[in-house]
């Protein structure tokens, strides 16, 4: 670790996975965690005195959602993201370039870095390594990442020796932007985070690695994942990154996932996660449970007066039915996708605090297969 | 009072102004006391324990909304409105007699009751004055709604001997119909108030004040007011209204308003209002504060780190900025309306604690004098 006021401690292991203790200037974080995603600062209208009541240890803001609106300068000026949101626990920050990517067609990248339109007002935005870091250091984060170049989907879709090239190529520019990312630091108490790519090529995954923790990053996030591949590719990608990057470092799998997708990793040794899924499902009506997924919108639960999972005791659980979630998600009630977000979140963070509970224990590998059984199951 | 389990006690006078309990099934009211509207049972992303905090001590729900969905038999099965919202405190439904008229243009009044096409599915709907009262019994509020007619704006727009013939009418009607709804009357834990109508004649409010009284109800409300009329017309015609209203009973000025109209109200002993312009006023960033309306979205306020109203101890300003309220209005964050609308609930009950305490310390009128000073301010 170089930045100061961090510190990674694993406590436990069981074959791959470990726990660990991640301290920030801002908190300690029991690993694995999962990070609530709250994009613009805030997550799906849960105040930070609800994400720690539901046991959020550390929550992931977006670099370039918050560069658009307020600004940075406005964060900075309120005293960075703990002061600005209210969250006074850690915080990491994404470096922007998988949304630029993602939102925009109308983006270029080239060795200087990612130049797009942008959706807000259709005005020329740069974002370089440089001011990523600057960015990141304003809004005060706990963890920045840096700029990587993350192939859009389109991209992968070529014909396999163009799709080669392009991997490649980002591979190498990512790895030069990690440089530079690491040349621009000024804040001595935030971490950064270096980001392994490669696709799913195990000989670039490695080399990715290898050349990541050769610059020296505080910690190390699996990029680019989460697009498609199969599970088992998925893990094998993970496995040979990880072979490559130091073990006394914190490693993030970025973006991901389902609650399977997240164990798989945790069997690896993956000690950060976070994704959009648990919110967004919960506005859309799908709800994690212990037997599956609860469509929670369907007709059949119109009068159903039981909890959405009768096993959790999550704050929606103990007080509603899901007659009345289905009710307020119908007619548009706020309300309905609060409850349904707090009940997700709820799942995801016993998913992580029984993670750590079994690995501590030893019994990590019957849960990783307690887990996959309902993975593809349906709530009834 | 009629029903069983209801009582209501005036405990403190000055002048006009009254303080009461008003005893329901479900928890007592100290009144004069606000209703948050909560439409379809759900008031605006907050949770019943949020409300109970912010002092909330009674909700009203909307008939016709929960009628249409998910239907009253449904809420009936999962213990009524109590049950399936969580809110175990009092509960009082309107009649949604004004709800169809105003939402749809598709309306047909005569003496058997409202006849109207749904927004929802386009199907003719008829509420009738017993319909109405056995959806609230379903429904089980604590205070039921008699169904009165309240004309449209459009019908005031006609000529003056017009509007003189439909008001008559409609007075008439809604008599009529009060004594249906009192004679469909079934259960004898509800509350029914009957509902005073008569534009904005003084002898009309006075005619229609005795002849309901005369039928007998539970408690009286004053209909058909805020639609455009000056201030000081209205509160003489809840003046000639009341003299008629039995002093025993409690009295609820319906749909108003502003903390001026509420205040000027107040004066004139009523005992209960609702509005829906602390939570629709939230949700547009227009916030209620000691020293006028501040509306929150202006760009002035991007990087103001002060609360909103620094002299309020809510939730929302205990622990938020105006820049960061701002931010979340203008992200479309649902944390924004939440905590608008958690600050704006906030200035009402604290408005109507504050009314209690005066009207027990003799000194309503110079409040009074203070809210109206504040009425047309904007804060800065």
Same mark, same amino acid.
């Given at each position: /670790?170089?930045?100061?006021?961090?510190?990674?401690?694993?406590?436990?292991? *069981?074959?791959?996975?470990?726990?660990?203790?991640?301290?920030?200037?801002?908190? @300690?974080?029991?690993?694995?965690?999962? /990070?609530?995603?709250?994009?613009?600062?805030?997550?799906?209208?849960?105040?930070?005195?609800?994400? =720690?009541?539901?046991?959020?240890?550390?929550?992931?803001?977006?670099?370039?959602?918050? #560069?658009?609106?307020?600004?940075?300068?406005?964060?900075?000026?309120?005293?960075?993201?703990?002061?600005?949101?209210? $969250?006074?626990?850690? $915080?990491?920050?994404?470096?922007?370039?998988?949304?630029?990517?993602?939102?925009?067609?109308?983006?270029?990248?080239?060795?200087?870095?990612?130049?797009?339109? +942008?959706?807000?007002?259709? *005005?020329?935005?740069?974002?370089?390594?440089?001011?990523?870091?600057?960015?990141?250091?304003?809004?005060?984060?706990?963890?920045? /990442?840096?700029?990587?170049?993350?192939?859009?989907?389109?991209?992968?879709?070529?014909?396999?020796?163009?799709?080669?090239?392009?991997?490649?190529?980002?591979?190498?520019?990512?790895?030069? $932007?990690?440089?530079?990312?690491?040349?621009?630091?000024?804040?001595?108490?935030?971490?950064? !985070?270096? %980001?392994?790519?490669?696709?799913?090529?195990?000989?670039?995954?490695?080399?990715?690695?290898?050349?990541? =923790?050769?610059?020296?990053?505080?910690?190390?996030?699996?990029?680019?994942?989460?697009?498609?591949?199969?599970? +088992?590719?998925?893990?094998?990608? %993970?496995?040979?990154?990880? @072979?490559?990057?130091?073990?006394?470092?914190?490693?993030?799998? /970025?973006?991901?996932?389902?609650?399977?997708?997240?164990?798989?990793? %945790?069997?690896?040794?993956?000690?950060?996660?976070?994704?959009?899924?648990?919110?967004?499902?919960?506005? #859309?009506?799908?709800?994690?449970?212990?037997?599956?997924?609860?469509?929670?919108?369907?007709?059949?639960?119109?009068?159903?007066?039981?909890?959405?999972?009768? =096993?959790?005791?999550?704050?929606?659980?103990?007080? #509603? +039915?899901?007659?009345?979630?289905?009710?307020?998600?119908?007619?548009?009630?706020?309300?309905?996708?609060?409850?349904?977000?707090?009940?997700?979140?709820?799942?995801? !963070?016993?998913?992580?605090?029984?993670?750590?509970?079994?690995?501590?224990?030893?019994?990590?590998?019957?849960?990783?297969?307690?887990?996959?059984? %309902?993975?593809?199951?349906?709530?009834?």
């Amino acid at each position: /670790m170089q930045a100061r006021g961090f510190e990674f401690e694993v406590t436990a292991t *069981a074959a791959n996975a470990r726990c660990g203790r991640l301290t920030t200037p801002h908190g @300690a974080v029991e690993t694995p965690a999962f /990070m609530s995603v709250a994009t613009y600062g805030a997550v799906r209208g849960l105040s930070a005195g609800d994400l =720690a009541d539901l046991g959020a240890q550390i929550l992931l803001a977006n670099t370039y959602h918050l #560069h658009e609106r307020p600004g940075e300068a406005i964060v900075q000026s309120l005293g960075g993201l703990h002061g600005f949101t209210g $969250w006074r626990g850690p $915080w990491l920050t994404d470096s922007g370039g998988f949304q630029v990517t993602s939102l925009s067609d109308r983006v270029r990248v080239d060795d200087g870095g990612v130049t797009f339109s +942008s959706p807000l007002d259709g *005005a020329q935005r740069v974002l370089t390594p440089e001011n990523v870091i600057g960015i990141q250091e304003a809004l005060g984060s706990d963890i920045a /990442m840096v700029l990587d170049e993350c192939l859009r989907p389109v991209d992968r879709e070529r014909e396999d020796h163009e799709v080669d090239q392009a991997l490649a190529r980002a591979l190498d520019r990512t790895l030069r $932007w990690a440089e530079r990312s690491a040349a621009a630091r000024k804040r001595e108490d935030q971490a950064v !985070f270096g %980001i392994v790519q490669g696709g799913v090529s195990h000989e670039r995954r490695a080399l990715s690695a290898c050349s990541t =923790a050769s610059i020296g990053f505080d910690g190390y996030a699996h990029g680019g994942l989460g697009l498609g591949e199969e599970r +088992s590719v998925r893990r094998e990608v %993970i496995a040979c990154a990880q @072979a490559e990057l130091p073990a006394a470092a914190p490693r993030y799998l /970025m973006g991901l996932g389902r609650p399977i997708d997240i164990v798989d990793a %945790i069997a690896e040794g993956v000690d950060l996660f976070d994704c959009v899924v648990p919110t967004r499902n919960g506005r #859309h009506g799908l709800l994690f449970t212990s037997e599956g997924i609860l469509t929670v919108r369907n007709a059949r639960y119109k009068d159903d007066p039981r909890p959405p999972d009768p =096993a959790c005791g999550c704050p929606t659980c103990a007080n #509603h +039915s899901r007659a009345y979630l289905r009710h307020l998600l119908h007619t548009g009630e706020a309300l309905g996708s609060r409850l349904a977000t707090v009940h997700n979140l709820a799942f995801y !963070f016993r998913l992580l605090r029984e993670s750590r509970s079994h690995i501590a224990a030893g019994t990590i590998e019957a849960y990783h297969r307690q887990i996959e059984a %309902i993975s593809e199951a349906r709530a009834e």
